[in-house]
């Protein structure tokens, strides 16, 4: 089940795997991971852009992300959707901007990033928190 892609031009190559108990070789992350860490990744690279036109600083952003799924629909049954049934994604935030001031960045980010869009547009229930976390400044 291990794939591996090859990003041609970039030069990078990912793998894609299934655990041991699911047939796998453990050797990567499942598709579905995958799809969860490019929603991770796009959230951090249309925050960052966001950020820099509104003239938000920042030191950093963690994520932790999370999903479930029906296996009922991957193993054939056509009245269960063989996606992601719940999505939830925590994007802690270190800055000491305001509360409101980073609301507008998510406001933004939420609206403008395609990965996200793709999720929710696919009907898939997602959480978005952001979470705010003041610098360590002594």
Not at 54 to 77: H, N, Q, S, V
Not at 79 to 101: G, P
């Amino acid at each position: 089940m291990m794939t591996i892609i090859d990003f041609g031009e970039y030069g990078h190559f990912a793998v894609t795997d299934e655990p041991h108990a699911h047939g796998g070789t453990g050797e990567g992350p499942s598709p579905l991971q995958t799809v969860l860490g490019a929603l991770c990744g796009c959230e951090a690279v249309t925050f960052r852009r966001t950020a820099t036109e509104l003239g938000f600083a920042y030191e950093r952003i963690e994520f932790e992300a999370a999903f479930t799924i029906d296996i009922r629909g991957r193993m054939g049954k056509r009245d269960v959707r063989a996606h992601f049934q719940t999505v939830r994604v925590q994007a802690t935030v270190t800055t000491d901007e305001s509360e409101e001031r980073l609301a507008a960045v998510v406001a933004e980010t939420e609206a403008r990033c395609p990965v996200f869009n793709l999720i929710n547009d696919a009907g898939v229930t997602t959480e978005m928190v952001w979470v705010r976390r003041p610098t360590d400044r002594d």
